[in-house]
């Protein structure tokens, strides 16, 4: 009797085609023997399968400077597959379990998640995700700013000798030339975003000259609400208010949508202070304005055991509606139980304390 190969990891991922060379969303599961591929999540068939068996994975991936959180999939045919995460936990945890199924099928073992180092070229007691979240820390971490250069304004960023300053004040490096060195790994593993034109040619160069400690060069964290503005109207500063809240929480879902209801997978990205739950697409690389914008405050977020209108559909469990003051619902699937959980939690939080 076949046994079916155990689910390591699910979500939506962004994926390069083979093909015509364009980006589409799709689901992806991954086994302990492959990756499968589904236009949707509902779907029985998978549309792709890529084996485990001698690959090898690539992250972070530069290939694509105009997309973040890009991973590189090599088969033992040496055949390139593209995936795109939707932030940097996610593409960081996609990559660690793929890299650990890949291991044990090439020792005969069965999968097995634990704590493992991540393999970096840095001393061995160098973690840097968990040194991310540390300057990300609103309390003790590198203070984000919003900071003048060239008649632009830059939103949640800091300056690259503020960043080398922080690591210095806590003992991650004993002086400033190692502090550059773990900085320039920050950026090659897309931790940290280079924010405007010096800090831009810099990230181009070799990896060990791709940070500056200067107080002139500006980066912000990759999942961060960062944007960049110039002389702008008052119109259009209302609109960038929009952008200004920290990043609480950010990941594909399924959306329907208000004229067609038909389904699509956005990127969505919920801020607080101001409360706005932006979506994106997620197939499109660099994206200044959102498809759409949800202003939360007030709003009333629920989980839906069946579709609110009665109507029949594939897409089935996890649902959650939100309505928002003006009486406009949004119905959204997340991919799992718990991150339908966590999203209502956060919304909810949200739209109590954000404006």
Known sequence: MEVEAKVIREGYLVKKGTVFNSWKAVWAVLLEDGIEFYRRKSDRSPKGVLPLKGSSVVSP?????????VFKFRTDKSQEHYLQASHVEERDAWV???????????GGQKFARKSTRKSIKLASDINLGALYHSMKDP?????????????????????????????????????????????????????????EDKSKEAAE??????FL????????????GFF????????????????????????CLLKQGHRRKNWKVRKFVLRDDPAYLHY????????????????????????ADDHPDGKKSDVRGNLFEIITADEVHYLMQAATREELTEWIKFIKKVAISGK
């Open 61 to 69: 991936c530069l290939d694509y400077s105009k997309r973040a959180f």
């Open 96 to 106: 660690k379990d793929m890299k650990r199924a890949i291991q044990f099928i090439e």
């Open 139 to 195: 309390e003790t971490g590198v203070k984000e700013h919003k900071l003048n250069k060239d008649k632009k304004v830059f939103n949640h960023c800091f300056a690259g000798a503020s960043v080398i300053d922080w690591l210095l004040s806590t003992n991650f490096v004993r002086n400033r030339r190692e502090g550059i060195l773990l900085s320039a790994a920050l950026v090659c593993d897309g931790y940290i975003q280079a924010a």
């Open 205 to 210: 160069q070799l990896a060990e000259n791709c």
């Open 213 to 224: 400690d200067d107080s002139d060069a500006y980066y912000y964290f990759a999942d961060s």
């Open 228 to 251: 960049s503005e110039g002389n702008s109207s008052d119109d259009e500063d209302v609109l960038k208010a929009e952008f200004r809240g920290v990043v609480i929480k950010q990941g």
């Open 280 to 303: 994106y697409d997620p197939a499109v690389g660099e994206q200044e304005d959102p498809l759409g914008s949800i202003h939360l405050r007030s709003c009333v977020v629920t989980a």
